[in-house]
């Protein structure tokens, strides 16, 4: 594979040896130069390729594979695909990196076909591709049918001559094509071209791989109306088919039902180390036992009993080399069933494997560099980048050990520093080498510190025994692959890197490149940390507390500012202000009030939830930060604990306890500043506010105070409510369409609040979302409906199924499905009485992870209802996959369907869809009989609306129910 590096002008940054076998230009007449310059491009070329990595350095995504024709130093021409993503540099810079894959002489095969499908007259050839487009109309075709090529190329068959029926056979008979993996039995079908002329043709078709494994169906048809050339035709058909199966690079054969091959094409033969006409007539066991001397028959067994078989397999040929194949084996019935035999399919995908394996390996170490060079960044202490740079190794490298040793050049030792994988301890690297190099401890590491290189070895269990107590460790555990990269630090190696892979030759060489900038780019770090870190923390760290200064918490704050900005998220911001501090320092002295404040600091810390937005920024003053939070009951939360809470316990001074308060003021971005110093001007005033009035905190906006005040009030009731079942569940009963007769309730919470009486669900469920209490609150809801279900049985009385809604943040929890399962198993034993209801923009959030959840639901028992049907924008392909029992049309089209034809169309077409699938459709909101009466002509199942009943309590919702007959006893 052809590697090459290229900066933002397009020059050549790095030109590996696959690229000079290739191309003809070595490494050193292309460093430094465009493929213009060099003769690689014509300069339109490189035009275009400018372009393309000036996108790649704008967005940093990769370029999808793509192929382009190239010139090589001898004049000759090609054709490649090219895999193109940025990369960092040592130097820190970008580039883009180029793989090339060398496919001109898969498109001169490409070509040869072409050329004898275009010269074979009376032989109609198309091809297809899995949407049943025309990707080939030779000129056979455009005789057959009338049609240009150029018309043809690029449309179906029904945009060109087919009507729906007919077009839909087409469709049948390409998908049973592709399902057999297999050249399809001859058939005569008759067809009308555009001249309107009927003709009878033979048709012949086949699959063969198309670009990146997608199938092209080949159909070959010849007119057969005149049956004096018939015979003819169909020769030369099979001759095409002949010369097509034995152009693409696939093995091909078919096996009788004696094991007997009938056929095969010579790639197969090849495979096998013979040639077709040796293998016809023979059993296929005994040519593979004479190839490989082993024989599995298994594939065919399985076959046999009318199972198709597709997997992945090694084989090893007679020379000892191992491909990869996909293995495809199709069993054959004749029209009444009966087994007659096998199609084998072998595709070569070694070439594939091998790509992927080696860009699956780029990818692991380039993921390295990436996450060890933001190590560096955020990193700051040498200990903790040795041990994050040998944990990300081993976590997104792959590799089996990373560790880290510190060379100390007047003992001669190297003592281990880091180190990271489930071997490392097993392997006792502190005593295999921190040790005298001198003794031989490990000679690689010796050669390395020695000669400042990077020292690889890919196959260790080459020296009989292993030489070295890490090599021996390391072949026991099975690794084979080593490489010490030293680090470097004004031209004296200060330490050793090493990783080890259990897969034998794993270091190429641009491995190495990318890990010797690794071992650069640690070395850089480790020699600035000590320089930066004295610097650093005396100009952004206060002295006192060890907390962010003003300067580094304004910086911290403005990050936070443009994050906010980008990402359309809230941002608070506090100024807290210790109380009576002045009389402390007074009282006590400088040197108790200093420690009062590292005190203050240590309670403030653990209190804020984020501690990285912590700073003091004046004597006594302190600032907080809170970045996107999602609701403003959180943000109250965390200051009345940070401001009421913390300061609650006294502080031990020198044997007595002192008192000390706190307030704050408090802005919010956006709406009291767009900038920092906006905000800490509006949150110092909201401070002043709060000392002059005497109170713990308060916002820039006075009606933001009330607000939160009233949110903090009704946040206590609801509690309380739930403490002392404040809350109630009313019932509204579903009727049948046809026999009004109740078929199921949906459960609706009210609260009746003893001091502000019934308080309407619109006021106080969204608080319950915006708390968290929903989860709570929805747990008691639906243990409360399955105890009245429960009671209604004991009454004897025949209750119906019981729906309640499900929130957002219900549905969104890990345990929600473990919490319904516990519910559900408290329940009385017999049949589950519960629905939920889920809102269908609920679903549409995180389809495949609700799916998963519901289906473990509906297992449990539990029925499941999309509510407010048609509101959203689910997709048909996801409604078809979800475990849904149920329909809930939106009021808003029951309620305008008599007024729009829109609305009588929406609802029609929900109940037709519905029932389409199988899935029950209820109607809410029917308020009028002219409503109930057109709901019943569409169809619809059940109805639920003030028509029939408002929501009631329990004991009037028990009073709609029939009672369960009485047998009786004598």
Not at 591 to 608: G, I, M, P, Y
């Amino acid at each position: 594979m052809a590697i090459q590096w290229f900066d933002h002008e397009g020059r050549v940054r790095y030109w590996n040896k696959a690229a000079t076998a290739i191309y003809g230009w070595s490494a050193q007449e292309a460093m430094g130069r465009t493929l213009a310059e060099i003769g690689f491009y014509t300069a339109a070329q490189n035009s275009d390729f400018l372009e393309v990595l000036r996108e790649i350095h704008a967005t940093g995504n990769a370029l999808e594979p793509s192929e382009s024709t190239f010139y090589c130093k001898d004049g000759s021409q090609g054709v490649m695909m090219s895999t193109l993503f940025p990369i960092p540099s040592p130097a820190g810079e970008q580039y883009i990196c180029c793989m090339d894959v060398d496919v001109t002489e898969r498109h001169h095969s490409e070509e040869r076909l072409r050329a004898t499908l275009e010269h074979t007259p009376g032989v109609a050839v198309q091809w297809f591709d899995a949407d049943a487009r025309v990707l080939y109309w030779n000129p056979a075709a455009e005789m057959l049918y009338g049609i240009d090529a150029e018309e043809a190329v690029g449309k179906r068959m029904d945009e060109l001559l087919l009507d729906a029926a007919a077009y839909a056979d087409f469709v049948r008979f390409l998908d049973a094509l592709k399902r057999a993996h297999n050249t399809a039995n001859e058939t005569q079908v008759t067809v009308r071209g555009r001249h309107g002329v009927e003709v009878t043709v033979l048709r012949r078709a086949c699959v063969i791989p198309g670009e990146r494994g997608a199938p092209i169906f080949v159909c070959m048809e010849v007119d057969i109306t005149d049956t004096r050339v018939a015979e003819r035709e169909r020769e030369q058909l099979n001759t095409i088919l002949t010369r097509v199966t034995e152009t693409i690079p696939v093995c091909l054969s078919y096996i009788d039902a004696e094991g007997c091959y009938v056929w095969t094409n010579t790639h197969n033969a090849a495979r096998l180390g013979s040639v077709p006409e040796r293998m016809i007539g023979k059993p296929a066991r005994d040519v593979v036992m004479a190839s490989t001397g082993r024989w599995s028959g298994e594939v065919m067994e399985n076959a046999r009993e009318g199972v198709l078989q597709h997997d992945e397999c090694e084989w090893v040929d007679q020379r000892g080399q191992t491909r990869s194949y996909e293995r495809y084996v199709v069993p054959d019935r004749d029209t009444q069933g009966n087994f007659r035999g096998y199609t084998s399919v072998w595709v070569d995908i070694s070439a594939r494997k091998e790509s992927e394996h080696k860009i699956q390996r780029l990818n692991r170490v380039r993921s390295v560099l990436s996450s060890i060079d933001a190590a560096l960044v955020r990193t700051k202490n040498r200990q903790e980048l040795f041990e994050e740079a040998c944990r990300i190794a081993v976590h997104d490298g792959g590799f089996g050990v990373a560790w880290i040793g510190v060379f100390n050049r007047f003992t001669m030792r190297v003592d281990s520093a880091a180190w990271s994988g489930a071997d490392a301890i097993e392997m006792h690297v502190m005593e295999a080498l921190s040790r005298d190099l001198a003794n031989a401890g490990c000679q690689l590491l010796a050669r390395c510190i020695r000669t400042k290189k990077p020292i690889i070895e890919n196959d260790m269990s080459m020296s009989d025994p292993p030489d070295g107590t890490l090599r021996r460790r390391a072949v026991a555990l099975g690794y084979q692959s080593v490489i010490f990269l030293p680090m470097v630090v004004k031209g004296e190696v200060a330490g050793i890197i090493g990783m080890l892979s259990k897969e034998a030759n794993f270091f190429n060489d641009e491995e190495v490149r990318l890990l010797t900038s690794l071992s650069n780019d640690v070395a850089f770090a480790v020699e600035g940390i000590d320089k930066e870190t004295r610097i650093n923390y005396l100009a952004h760290y206060d002295l006192l507390t060890g907390l962010p200064n003003r300067t580094l918490f304004q910086e911290r704050i403005g990050q936070l500012v443009q994050s906010a900005q980008q990402r359309n998220h809230k941002l608070a911001l506090l100024v807290v202000d210790i109380r009576r501090f002045r009389f402390v320092n007074e009282s006590l002295g400088r040197q108790s009030a200093d420690h009062l404040l590292t005190k203050v600091a240590e309670r403030f810390l653990l209190a804020w939830p984020e501690p990285d937005y912590v700073g003091r920024i004046s004597g006594d003053r302190f600032a907080f930060a809170l970045s996107a939070y999602d609701n403003n009951a959180l943000l109250v939360h965390a200051v009345q604990r940070l401001i009421v809470d913390v300061m609650k316990q006294p502080f031990l001074m020198d044997g007595q306890e002192v008192s000390v308060t706190a307030a704050a003021g408090i802005a919010a971005f956006p709406e009291d500043g767009a900038d920092v110093d906006v905000l800490f001007k509006n949150a110092e005033a909201a401070l002043g506010q709060a000392k002059a009035k005497a109170e713990p905190y308060m916002f820039y906006q006075p009606q933001m105070n009330a607000r939160m005040a009233d949110g903090l009030l009704i946040e206590t009731r609801m509690r309380r409510a739930l403490e002392k079942e404040q809350f109630e569940m009313h019932y509204q009963p579903k009727v049948t369409i046809a026999g009004a007769a109740v078929c199921g309730f949906e459960a609706l919470i009210r609260w009746n609040d003893p001091e502000r009486g019934r308080i309407a669900p619109n006021h106080f469920i969204p608080l319950l979302e915006e708390t968290g209490m929903i989860v709570e609150v929805g747990q008691w809801a639906i243990r409360r409906v399955l105890r009245d279900h429960a009671q209604w049985c004991k009454d004897g009385l025949t209750p119906p199924r019981i729906a309640v809604n499900v929130s957002a943040i219900q549905l969104q929890r890990r345990d929600f499905t473990d919490q319904i399962r516990a519910l559900v198993s408290d329940a009385l034993p017999g049949e589950t009485a519960l629905d939920l209801e889920i809102t269908e923009s609920l679903l549409m959030h995180d389809v495949e992870t609700c799916i998963e959840k519901l289906k473990i639901i509906r297992d449990l028992g539990v029925n499941i209802a999309i509510d407010d049907f048609g509101t959203g924008f689910s997709s048909l392909a996801y409604l078809s996959r979800l475990p849904v029992n149920a329909l809930k049309i939106d009021r808003s089209f029951v309620d305008g369907m008599l007024k729009s034809d829109e609305n009588m169309s929406i609802v029609s077409s929900i109940i037709s869809l519905a029932h389409a699938m199988k899935i029950k459709v209820i109607a809410e909101g029917v308020e009028t009989p002219e409503q109930h009466n057109v709901l019943r002509s569409l169809a619809c199942d059940e109805i639920q609306g003030y028509l029939i009943s408002k929501p009631v309590q329990a004991q009037a919702a028990a009073s709609m129910l029939p009672r369960r007959a009485v047998s009786a006893v004598g």
